[in-house]
């Protein structure tokens, strides 16, 4: 039993460490705007398709990571969120695709089955000209690289087309023309290896800072878009 535990973690770590060394590899990007000026995105990878967020992804957004408890542990708060909450947030990121602004949430899932795997967001962040990243996956889907993968393709490939495109980031009532967009900041908990190894050795973000937040200790990363091109 024991042999065999070890045996899978170390699988897992292979196929991890497989994906993190492709962050050189450009996923295929498009941006197409449809007749009302509603952008889609979509970023092809090896295995996964990443697209905009619809109304229709509420529901298993909830179900499958804001309801689990075992998802949502070292994410932010640590508490799991309601289904009204699912229908608010992924309406605030499908408003932004329909005004044609990028900075918002990318549904994953396989290429194969077209199964869920999570979902990556790169939003509007705290700071001027910044974007903040955030990602959940499923439970069922860790441990098989698809987290690397994702974020990976997001940060050295959807960023690169961002930027080629100018888009803006955070567009606000006081400033609805938003900001030219000049770095990436996400932000993991120490205790968690998985997304450490995913903003260290796949997006080869730096960490700037070390705070305690919602009871935890938190690592800070940031990408300037000038290094990431």
């Not at 080629?164 to 900001?179: A, I, W």
Request: with cysteine; charged share 30%; aromatic share 12%.
């Amino acid at each position: 039993m024991y042999i065999a535990i070890v045996t899978r973690y170390a699988i897992a770590s292979i196929i991890l460490s497989e994906y993190s060394m492709k962050n050189e590899t450009r996923a295929d990007v498009s941006f197409e705007l449809d007749d009302n000026n509603k952008l889609n995105v979509r970023v092809d990878t090896e295995r996964l398709t990443l697209e905009s967020v619809t109304a229709e992804d509420a529901k298993t957004y909830y179900d499958n990571l804001w309801s689990d408890r075992s998802v949502m542990e070292l994410y932010a708060t640590g508490s799991t969120q309601n289904l009204q909450y699912a229908k608010e947030r992924v309406d605030t990121w499908v408003e932004r695709y329909k005004k044609n602004d990028a900075f918002s949430s990318l549904t994953v899932r396989k290429n194969d089955d077209d199964s869920f795997v999570g979902q990556v967001v790169a939003g509007y962040g705290e700071q001027v000209g910044q974007s903040e990243l955030a990602y959940l996956f499923a439970k069922k889907n860790w441990k098989q690289g698809y987290g690397s993968e994702a974020v990976g393709a997001v940060v050295n490939s959807w960023v690169a087309e961002v930027v080629q495109r100018d888009y803006r980031v955070n567009k606000k009532s006081d400033n609805p023309k938003g900001e030219k967009f000049t770095s990436i900041f996400a932000v993991a908990r120490p205790d968690n290896p998985a997304s450490v190894r995913i903003l260290e050795n796949t997006c080869k973000m730096h960490k700037y800072d070390e705070q305690e937040k919602f009871g935890h200790s938190r690592n800070y990363y940031k990408k300037d878009i000038t290094s990431s091109r």
